[in-house]
Structure formats: structure tokens, C-alpha cells
């Protein structure tokens, strides 16, 4: 253990005088999953973008806020001179113009990736030519266009990780990043963090399973077993592993894993290998867009799953029916038999339809107007029997009981009773009884053309318009007027000359003589048509039936 401790306490001094050769100490900051770090190091863009590959990173990409505040707090910390410049992994290939209309102005982050960048920041744009062209980030954290060849102050780097570390609560340690960094405000740490603790305890390592664990005794001098490591060991001081070209190193920091060609592929949903290159694929639902990463929304309703209705959603699709219908397997629609699972009609027969149902009356009802489920009383013809309940009787709207008789009488505005409508559960026109047809307006039944006579309990009809018929009996009272004018005129002219021949004189008197025996008159009272309205309900078309 003591050797252990004295081998990582002059790691930790090494370390430090390293860092005091250097001008100033590299500064980073974590978070989960990634680190940043600023290397200065005045090189051209892709010597300086190799410093960041060397530690297992690359040039950083800001695609987001959180990736601007880490190159705002790295900015910061490293006090960055007015006119400091580094570079960012954005780049401009050869052959490829600027396109200011773009979001990244035809500009490419170093992994290819044009597309999922949600954040920019950059100066005016100056027109500069056509690429190769990379970006560098000034003090005041805009977005400058560059020659790849210019050397600039240094490069942002950025490390991504499978989680990260907590840090030690309640605890001061010096954390050792892999990327070379250490310092003692972190919040994240990623793994292969080694983690200096107080004197007298063992140093701690994050491991890939995010814990903090003792480093325990390997790697030790090389000569020894390789030094427990699994591919290359160096003596250091103190001593350390490293794996061949193709693999890593392991949080234990002595085993190597192979190096998967879908290691930084941004796959939207998942990248497996295929004869060895990295492919993209996406779930059941999704398609890949043009740059065979990002996923993309099928449409399925366009290959018509549904046999009525298709409603897409991200992923998938759901089916849905009209009214009257019930969604079974495969998007199918079943109808609903209404006047099986709850008889909706009032009174009498229940018929089913597809999608929807037909409630039909006995004779002298007709269906309600306001609700097709019921029946109500009605009279088709300008006189019917009256429906009585005891001693009470009643009639439909526009008829007036004749209490002798037991019959009802029209006595509406038109020449006979509209025959009746029978509506339809789906608010269609009028369903009529054979002879007739819905109206324009399909809110009364009129008598076809074609049909002939109506019923013999209907008003007749007769093929002559009315406004004739009565035109014609108008001309013939007036000549029938003129006849007896002209016959009376001859009278009373035969009449004056037979006075004026007997040359007499004429006496007339007239006498009124009432009958000795007056005759009985019997009076009734009459009553008016609005008296004899009444409004009828389905209990009294229960006592009618």
C-alpha cells in the first residue's frame, strides 16, 4: 500500500511540474457524459484538432447551450486575451462555398454532421471565398472564418464519455482527468478519474460502472508480468498501461477493449457494424433521412392500414371508425346492431342498418320530428278518428275535435294536411311512404308525378294546377253574371210595355206577416280552432296504441 501511495504521489508530482513547465495549467470543465478542455498550442487547425485525438477527443462541436456555456467558462478561466483565437471543429471543405442562408453557412462539424445544431453564434458574415475554411472563437465568443493553414492561440477539445462520476462529497481530492487535466472543482468526472485523496488514504478510480473504487496494486513494474496489464505496460514512474491500435483502455486501467467503428457515429436510434463500417438504423416506424443518421416519421397511413379511418403519430398510427361502427383487429370496423346491444327505439320496431338504425310506428303514428327514436300520433288525411284516453280526446296540430263524432277535422292553412316526414337517424332528407317524395327543402313529403292517384285515406289530387281551376271558375261566374243581367233586362222591358198599353195606374202595397208558430232554433256553442290545439305526448300515443 505505502508503495502504491508513493507511486501516485510522484504521478501527482509529475503532473504538477509538468504543468508548471508549461505557461499556464490546461483548464476543463465537466458534465454528464462530457468534458472540455482548452489546449494552447499555436498550430494550424489540423495539427491542433491531432493534440485532441492524441487524448482519446477531437476538435470541439457546439451544437447545443450546454456545449456555449463550457467554451464560456473555458474562455474564462484560461483569461483569454482580447484578441485570442482557437479553433472550433467546424470546418469548410475544399471545393464547397459559403451559404449564408444556412444555419451553419455550409460549414461542416468534424464528424461530418451538418444538420442537429440548435446553436450558433456567428460575427457578420464577410463574404470570404470558397473553402477549405475552418472556424475559430474569439474572446468575445463569436464565430470567425479562418484559413485552415493560419496558426491560432490553440483548439477546444472535446472528450465524450459512457456517464460520469459524481464527485467526492465531503471530501477534498485533486482529481487526474485521462486527457490530462486535473484540478479540484468538479462536479462530473469521467471515468478513468483518479481522485488524490488525503494523506494516509487509498487513491480512488472511477471506473466504467460510474463508481468510485480503490485503484488497488496494478499496474506495477513492467518487468513483472507485464505489470498487469493487458497489452502494453509502461514503467512510468508510475507505471501505466496502454492498449494496441484498434482498442482502448478500460476504466480499470489495465484492461483494452476493441475500438468500435460506431464509437462518435451519431446515430439517431442505433449503429451496428456491417463488414466492418459503422451503418445506421432506426426503429419500426422510421425511416433514415439523406444523411443515413437522423430518423425520420413514416407515414403509414399512406399504405391505407385502416379500412376507414387513419390517424398518424410519430412512429406508428392508430385506426378509428365512423359513428355506428366498432374497431376491431387488424383496423377493421365492425358494425354495431343498436337494436340488439340496447333497443334505442321508443315504441315498436327497431331496424338495424349499416352504421346506424331505422326505428319504424305502427299505422296512425308517424316518427317525432324532434327525436327519430319516437312515435307519435298523426292524421294524413283532413278527417280522422280521434285518439281518447277515458273520457278526454285529442288531435293532432291543425285538427279540431268534433266531440259528437269522435273525429278530428283540418282545419289548416293549406288545402290538406302535409303528409307526413319520416326522418332518418343520419339527418338525411325525409324517408317517405311509397307515392311520395321529400319536398325541396326535405322537411315535408309530397306526392309523385309520376304515382297516379295518392292513397285512398290521403287528399286527392287532381292534375290540374289550382291557380287554373280557380282562374277558370272565375270566368265562368262572370259570364254566367252577364247571362241574367241580359235575361232580366228583357223581363222588365216586356213588362214596361205591357203597363204602357193598358195605360192604367198602378197601386202596390206589401204586407209582412209573421207566422203565428215561431220555429225552434237550437244554438251551439262553436269553438275556435286555437281553443282546440292541444299538445299530445307519448303517453297518449301509449294509450292510442
Given at each position: ?8 504521489c510522484a504521478?501527482?508530482?509529475?503532473a ?5 513547465d ?5 483548464p ?8 472540455y478542455?482548452?489546449r494552447r498550442?499555436r498550430?494550424?487547425f ?7 485525438k492524441?487524448d482519446?477527443g477531437?476538435?470541439v ?8 456555456d463550457?467554451?464560456s467558462a ?32 455550409g ?9 442537429t445544431?440548435h446553436?450558433?453564434n456567428w ?22 472564418e479562418?484559413p ?6 490553440g483548439v ?26 486535473q484540478g479540484s ?6 471515468p478513468?478519474?483518479?481522485a488524490?485523496?488525503?494523506a494516509g488514504?487509498?487513491p ?5 460502472s460510474?463508481?468510485w ?5 496494478a ?6 508480468g507485464?505489470g498487469?496489464?493487458q ?5 512510468g514512474p508510475?507505471p501505466a ?7 482502448r483502455l ?6 483494452c ?7 462518435g457515429v451519431r446515430?439517431?436510434?442505433?449503429c451496428?457494424?456491417?463488414?466492418g463500417s459503422?451503418?445506421c438504423?432506426c ?15 413514416v ?6 392500414p385502416?379500412q376507414?379511418t387513419?390517424?398518424?403519430?410519430m412512429?406508428?398510427y392508430?385506426?378509428s ?6 374497431l376491431v383487429?387488424d ?9 340488439m346491444e340496447?333497443?334505442?327505439c ?8 349499416q ?6 310506428c305502427?299505422s ?5 320530428p ?5 312515435c ?11 285518439i ?11 285538427y ?6 269522435g273525429?278530428?277535422?283540418y282545419f289548416?292553412?293549406n288545402d ?5 316526414c319520416i326522418p332518418?337517424?343520419s339527418?338525411?332528407?325525409?324517408q317517405?311512404?311509397?307515392g311520395?317524395q321529400?319536398?325541396e327543402?326535405g322537411?315535408t313529403c309530397?306526392?309523385?308525378?309520376s304515382s297516379?292517384s295518392?292513397p285512398?285515406d290521403?287528399?286527392?289530387?287532381t292534375?290540374?294546377p289550382?291557380?287554373l281551376?280557380?282562374a277558370g271558375?272565375s ?8 247571362f241574367?243581367?241580359a235575361?232580366l233586362?228583357?223581363i222588365f222591358?216586356?213588362v214596361?210595355?205591357?203597363l204602357?198599353k193598358?195605360r ?5 202595397s206589401?204586407k209582412?206577416?209573421?207566422t203565428?208558430?215561431e220555429q225552434?232554433?237550437?244554438?251551439s256553442?262553436?269553438?275556435?280552432g286555437?281553443?282546440?290545439k292541444?299538445?299530445?305526448?307519448n ?7
Amino acid at each position: 500500500m505505502i508503495v502504491v501511495w508513493v507511486a501516485l504521489c510522484a504521478l501527482a508530482s509529475t503532473a504538477l511540474s509538468e504543468s508548471q513547465d508549461e505557461e499556464e495549467p490546461t483548464p476543463a470543465v465537466c458534465v454528464d457524459g462530457f468534458c472540455y478542455a482548452l489546449r494552447r498550442e499555436r498550430r494550424k487547425f489540423n495539427m491542433a484538432r491531432s493534440a485532441c485525438k492524441k487524448d482519446g477527443g477531437d476538435a470541439v462541436t457546439v451544437r447545443t447551450t450546454v456545449a456555449a456555456d463550457a467554451v464560456s467558462a473555458l474562455l474564462q478561466a484560461a483569461g483569454a486575451q482580447p484578441n485570442s483565437r482557437y479553433w472550433l471543429g467546424l470546418q469548410l471543405h475544399h471545393k464547397t462555398c459559403p451559404d449564408n442562408s444556412s444555419l451553419l453557412r455550409g460549414y461542416r462539424w468534424v464528424d461530418g454532421d451538418s444538420d442537429t445544431t440548435h446553436y450558433t453564434n456567428w460575427a457578420p458574415a464577410t463574404g470570404s471565398t470558397c473553402g477549405p475554411h475552418c472556424v475559430v472563437v474569439s474572446s468575445d465568443e463569436l464565430w470567425l472564418e479562418r484559413p485552415c493553414n493560419e496558426k491560432t492561440d490553440g483548439v477546444l477539445c472535446e472528450y465524450r464519455y459512457n456517464g460520469s462520476c459524481p464527485s467526492l462529497a465531503n471530501r477534498t481530492a485533486v482529481y487526474h482527468l485521462p486527457f490530462g487535466s486535473q484540478g479540484s472543482d468538479f462536479s462530473a468526472l469521467p471515468p478513468g478519474t483518479v481522485a488524490l485523496v488525503s494523506a494516509g488514504e487509498e487513491p480512488l478510480r472511477c471506473n466504467e460502472s460510474r463508481d468510485w473504487l480503490p485503484v488497488g496494486t496494478a499496474p506495477w513494474q513492467c518487468r513483472v508480468g507485464n505489470g498487469g496489464c493487458q497489452h502494453v505496460c509502461h514503467d512510468g514512474p508510475p507505471p501505466a498501461c496502454s492498449c494496441h491500435p484498434g482498442y482502448r483502455l478500460d476504466g480499470d486501467q489495465r484492461s483494452c477493449s476493441e475500438i468500435s467503428p460506431c464509437d462518435g457515429v451519431r446515430c439517431d436510434h442505433r449503429c451496428e457494424v456491417r463488414n466492418g463500417s459503422p451503418v445506421c438504423f432506426c426503429d419500426a416506424g422510421y425511416q433514415l433521412d439523406s444523411d443515413h443518421k437522423g430518423c425520420l416519421d413514416v407515414d403509414e397511413c399512406v399504405r391505407n392500414p385502416c379500412q376507414q379511418t387513419c390517424n398518424n403519430s410519430m412512429g406508428s398510427y392508430t385506426c378509428s371508425c365512423s359513428s355506428g361502427y366498432r374497431l376491431v383487429e387488424d383496423g377493421k370496423c365492425m358494425d354495431i346492431n343498436e337494436c340488439m346491444e340496447y333497443n334505442p327505439c321508443q315504441f315498436d320496431s327497431c331496424g338495424n342498418t349499416q352504421g346506424s338504425f331505422t326505428c319504424s310506428c305502427k299505422s296512425g303514428f308517424q316518427t317525432d320530428p324532434a327525436d327519430h327514436t319516437k312515435c307519435v300520433f298523426y292524421c294524413k288525411s283532413k278527417e280522422c278518428p280521434a285518439i281518447c284516453l277515458g273520457i278526454s280526446c285529442h288531435c293532432p296540430p291543425d285538427y279540431i275535435l268534433n266531440d259528437d263524432t269522435g273525429t278530428c277535422h283540418y282545419f289548416g292553412d293549406n288545402d290538406a294536411p302535409a303528409h307526413p316526414c319520416i326522418p332518418t337517424s343520419s339527418g338525411a332528407k325525409c324517408q317517405c311512404e311509397d307515392g311520395y317524395q321529400p319536398s325541396e327543402d326535405g322537411a315535408t313529403c309530397e306526392m309523385e308525378e309520376s304515382s297516379g292517384s295518392p292513397p285512398s285515406d290521403g287528399p286527392i289530387a287532381t292534375d290540374e294546377p289550382k291557380g287554373l281551376a280557380r282562374a277558370g271558375l272565375s270566368l265562368a261566374v262572370v259570364l254566367g253574371s252577364l247571362f241574367a243581367i241580359a235575361v232580366l233586362t228583357l223581363i222588365f222591358a216586356g213588362v214596361g210595355h205591357h203597363l204602357l198599353k193598358k195605360r192604367g195606374n198602378w197601386q202596390t202595397s206589401t204586407k209582412y206577416k209573421a207566422t203565428s208558430q215561431e220555429q225552434d232554433v237550437n244554438l251551439s256553442q262553436v269553438t275556435t280552432g286555437d281553443d282546440q290545439k292541444l299538445r299530445y305526448t307519448n303517453d297518449i300515443c301509449n294509450a292510442g296504441t
